[in-house]
């Protein structure tokens, strides 16, 4: 069973970065992709961006095309995803799953996720 943990949220203006880290444990899951997703307040959970662990190959939603990055570290077995350009709206509670390729479905039970607030 992988478990997955994560981290690096945080307060940040409008036009700062930051940097989200899922750790796995349990197993590794190279023929699994690894997405990210958030929710924010009174909003349902959207889809961010995936990442086949793998291959590396990235994919992502459109309105973070261009600002945010998706990527894994093999050896640590965490995935990463920067977020740069932030907008107020970008204020979410950020989760990682395993997802269901091209479907992007998460496959495990949710985590604790971890805060991001954007403020303007």
């Known amino acids: 069973q992988v478990q997955l943990v994560e981290s690096g949220g945080g307060l940040v203006q409008a036009g700062g970065s930051l940097r989200l880290s899922c750790a796995a444990s349990?197993?590794?899951?190279?023929?699994?992709?690894l997405g990210w997703f958030r929710q924010a307040p009174g909003k349902e959970r959207e889809f961010v961006a995936a990442?086949?662990?793998?291959?590396?190959?990235?994919y992502y939603t459109d309105f973070v095309k261009g600002r945010f990055t998706i990527s894994r570290d093999i050896a640590k077995n965490t995935a990463y995803l920067k977020m740069n350009s932030l907008k107020p709206e970008d204020t979410a509670v950020y989760y990682c799953?395993?997802?269901?390729?091209?479907?992007?479905?998460?496959?495990?039970?949710w985590g604790q996720g971890t805060q991001v607030t954007v403020s303007s």
């Open positions: 349990g197993r590794t899951f190279s023929s699994y992709d």
């Open positions: 799953n395993v997802v269901l390729r091209g479907s992007w479905s998460p496959v495990l039970a």
């Open positions: 990442i086949a662990w793998g291959r590396g190959s990235s």
